[in-house]
């Protein structure tokens, strides 16, 4: 091979090795960006996934705290009353009772205390439809009154009636629930405290030094959105109720304004105390 020859070779070779070096780095550059778009991805959902946990968090707390409110308003929503009482006794401690007070509690075991005027159960906030049967007519509704399914917005509420996560208006008998649920939430006209709110985000997330900073590197935000009672069986014998509830925490990403939510479901059993 001539030295004319292997000067062109050398030329073809260095032109060869050059295209792959430039499709190789063409590839990792649109691979890192995707990288780190994904990563970027994650990361927000990471964060969103944070809050729907603290709404969880405050749920707990609320309930160790504060049990015997969320029972009843469970009972409420079920059409019982509340301050039923579930006794059941022994045959011993049966046996001791006087004729008139064994009267009040079933005769065979369990001998729990049966339902009547002086043992009610239904909390009648609808008038709805009764059973038939004299124990169980004291002890939950057949059915809720009609006008309870199908509410209006005009109401005593300021800021028109509570709505579900479905947009469907609440019924009275759940009311209670969704009081009850209304302020676990980081909303700033709910819980100023707790808010993580645009007036708190940094200009510039990306170079914000939390270790010296009182701003936020985004808007959050976490909520329950739904509560409901799951848990009816047995229910004499064990005077407790299991609730559902779904919290949804949001991240809005601050370059794209890109609004990220993760929701988790949390059930929780509750007795009154």
Sequence with gaps: MTIKEKKGFAIALVLVLSSILLLTSITLFRTGREYNAH???????LQAYYMAVS???????????FPTELYDASEFSLGKNPMFDFSILSN?????????VKSEYSSVSPHFRKA?????????????????DNNEKWFQLNSLDSADANL??????????????????????????????RDIANLKDIQPALSCDAGKVSANPNSLDVSSSNELPYEATYQI?????????????????????????????????????????????????
């Design 39 to 45: 990563v970027k991805n994650d990361f927000s959902e």
């Design 55 to 65: 709404a969880i968090q405050h749920t707990q707390l609320k309930v160790k705290y």
């Design 92 to 100: 011993d401690e049966y046996d001791s009772l006087s004729p008139m």
């Design 116 to 132: 009547s005027p002086n043992n009610s159960g239904p909390r009648f906030l609808s008038a709805g439809t009764m059973s038939t």
């Design 152 to 181: 209006v917005d005009s109401s005593w509420f300021s800021d028109g009636w509570p709505k579900d996560k479905k947009f469907q208006p609440i019924k009275n008998s759940d009311l209670y629930l969704w009081k009850y649920a």
């Design 225 to 273: 959105v739904d509560i409901r009672v799951i848990s009816t069986t047995d229910q004499k014998r064990l005077n407790e109720e299991v609730v559902s509830f779904t919290g949804v925490g949001s991240i809005k990403v601050p370059v794209t304004g890109e609004i990220i939510t993760y929701e988790i479901n949390k059930k929780i059993k509750v007795r009154r105390k």
